[in-house]
């Protein structure tokens, strides 16, 4: 079964700050990973994900993440935070194929002034 | 605009009653889901449809039934309405082959509460 882990329920950074959302994945053959961003009360919106070919994948936002098969894991950052990116953050993992995509708890990105 | 909308944004009931949500996309995507967030925010699959069959259905209760009418339309119907269905739920569609990797694109959510 597959299954994501996102380590902190929290993040806080200061503004200006690089900021990194960590997310480690399980599954079984090639992953399809993705980022979603969810701001109060409102639906998740899509950033970022991984597929295939080149590790680094750039998103909206000035979000990037790198897929690293090694060590299982799809971190997302950015280089300078804002305010504004201050909202919860959720890493999630599928495998081709009719299956469902699995999501991580969230962490929760506190960008401070 | 072009987006996936529910309807409707907030629903308070009593235990035991039936209610259903709907969720429309205008995005031309073939696939469309059911999710659902709990007060944890945790976030779960409950089904999928694809071209209005279903292709995913997460070991949810029988109370909750799908509905597709049209590849732009998946409702919720909710029998028997419990204490621990309150939860917000989302309606999301991705384009295409729901195995193909595609992004989903999410409603803003119904939050449910039963009382």
């Known amino acids: 079964a597959q299954s994501v882990a996102q380590p902190e329920d929290q993040v806080n950074v200061a503004e200006g700050n690089p900021l990194t959302v960590k997310c480690t994945y399980s599954?079984?053959?090639?992953?399809?990973l993705f980022w979603y961003v969810q701001y109060p009360n409102r639906g998740l919106q899509f950033l970022l994900k991984?597929?295939?070919?080149?590790?680094l994948v750039k998103g909206s936002y000035g979000f990037e993440a790198e897929f690293n098969k090694s060590q299982t894991s799809f971190h997302l950052k950015k280089p300078s935070a804002l305010v504004s990116d201050s909202a919860l953050y959720f890493c999630?993992?599928?495998?081709?194929?009719?299956?469902?995509?699995?999501f991580g708890k969230g962490t929760r990105l506190s960008v401070i002034a | 605009d072009t987006a996936v909308s529910q309807t409707p944004k907030y629903l308070v009931t009593q235990m035991g009653n039936d209610k259903s949500i709907k969720c429309e996309q205008n995005?031309?995507?073939?696939?469309m889901y059911w999710y659902k967030q709990d007060s944890k925010k945790f976030l779960k699959i409950m089904f999928s449809?694809?071209?209005?069959?279903?292709?995913i259905n997460e070991t949810v209760p029988n109370r909750f039934s799908p509905k597709s009418p049209d590849k732009a339309h998946l409702n919720l119907h909710i029998n028997s309405l419990e204490l621990g269905d309150s939860a917000v739920y989302f309606c999301?569609?991705?384009?295409?082959?729901?195995?193909?990797?595609?992004?989903?694109?999410f409603g803003p959510g119904t939050r449910l509460t039963v009382t």
């Open positions: 999301a569609s991705s384009q295409g082959i729901a195995g193909r990797g595609y992004e989903q694109y």
């Open positions: 599954v079984s053959g090639n992953p399809y």
């Open positions: 991984y597929i295939t070919g080149d590790n």
């Open positions: 999630a993992v599928k495998t081709p194929g009719n299956t469902p995509l699995v």
């Open positions: 995005l031309g995507h073939d696939t």
């Open positions: 449809y694809n071209n209005k069959e279903l292709i």
